[in-house]
């Protein structure tokens, strides 16, 4: 066991010795710094060419916002005016349907009131075709609507 010990130690000691020589021999300090230099370097070529990129796109977006803002009162302003015409038709059309609609039923109830019913003669009426009745009720239509 004895001579175990004395080999893990020689083991230890080569390792220690190792050790030191890379502590006190800094050269590989010195060339981990230059590397990381020189990747830092590269990363802001990288950075510096991507953020005047964005830069760019950001102050042409910037312009094409403000030219939009500045299109956006009159804009409203015509949406407006299309939908007050819009509102003004719709109601000009709602006018006409109740008056329309009013003299309907006021001649319907005026016909309601006149007409009596009398009685009909099976033998002497006079036989109408499909198309002949069709006519008159199209010409009544017109009547009332005028």
Do not use: C
């Not at 981990?32 to 020189?38: F, G, H, I, T």
């Not at 042409?60 to 407006?80: A, D, G, N, T, Y």
């Amino acid at each position: 066991m004895n001579t175990e010990l004395k080999k893990i130690v020689g083991k230890m000691k080569a390792a220690q010795q190792q050790l030191q020589g890379l502590v006190q021999d800094q050269s590989w300090v010195e060339e981990a710094r230059k590397y990381a230099e020189r990747q830092g370097k590269e990363v802001k070529k990288l950075l510096t060419s991507d953020v005047k990129k964005v830069r760019v796109f950001l102050e042409k977006e910037r312009k094409e916002l403000e030219r939009f803002q500045k299109q956006i009162p009159s804009e409203v302003k015509k949406l407006r005016k299309f939908v007050d015409g819009q509102k003004k038709e719709l109601e000009k059309l709602i006018a006409t349907t109740r008056k329309v609609g009013l003299k309907e039923a006021v001649s319907k109830a005026q016909k309601g009131k006149t007409k009596k019913a009398a009685p009909k003669k099976a033998s002497t009426a006079k036989k109408t075709t499909k198309k002949a009745s069709a006519g008159t009720a199209a010409h009544e239509a017109a009547a009332q609507q005028a």
